[in-house]
């Protein structure tokens, strides 16, 4: 499962670069997720 997290982490990311708005709040979740 965690794997497939993994993915659709790098997935959203490649999405979320060219989203400038989602990008902010993305940043905080993945920061959030690392701790």
Known sequence: A???FH???GW????VERN???S???????FFGKH
């Open 2 to 4: 965690f794997v497939i």
């Open 7 to 9: 993915i659709y982490i």
């Open 12 to 15: 959203h990311n490649d999405i």
């Open 20 to 22: 400038g708005l989602v």
């Open 24 to 30: 902010s709040i993305f940043s905080g979740y993945k």
